[in-house]
């Protein structure tokens, strides 16, 4: 008896990747409770049993990708891998997000450009288009008001 599931929890861990890097499309971005921290969490149409709880690397690779606005991810790809990271002081295994370049294997999706305003944006078929509004030190320098003021 595998006794593994009973060992895993409600997010998405290094365990739960069929394949050490794939493409996976952004189903929902909410804030959830992970532990006794708030955090953005992704869930995916392709595995839409878990959640991603996204770090702060995670996190700033989206936001670089795309825009720091999440309503804006959904129906997106993003680009899942297995990956070693340091936690705590010690490395362990983890889930590495980022935003995949035109050509990545993976489902067909129309990107919209994140450098033109909301109003003006085309979908364009591929991986990333372009880069956030504001940079990551705008969106992150000032805490949770240059969050909210952010693109």
């Not at 944006?121 to 909210?148: D, K």
């Amino acid at each position: 008896m595998d006794v593994g599931s009973f060992l895993r929890g409600r997010f998405l861990t290094h365990l739960d990747l069929p394949q050490p890097r794939q493409v996976w499309t952004i189903q929902q971005a909410n804030q959830q409770l992970v532990g006794s921290d708030q955090k953005i969490c992704i869930s995916f149409a392709e595995f839409p049993a878990k959640a991603l709880g996204l770090n702060k690397t995670n996190l700033r690779r989206i936001v670089d990708g795309y825009t720091c606005h999440s309503e804006t991810w959904i129906g997106r790809p993003i680009e899942l891998r297995k990956d070693r990271c340091d936690y705590q002081g010690r490395e362990v295994d983890c889930v590495r997000g980022t935003v995949p370049y035109p050509g990545v294997a993976g489902p067909q999706h129309n990107v919209v450009s994140a450098t033109q305003p909301p109003g003006n944006r085309q979908a364009q078929p591929g991986g990333r288009t372009g880069r956030a509004l504001l940079s990551r030190n705008q969106c992150f320098g000032a805490g949770p008001a240059g969050m909210a003021a952010c693109c």
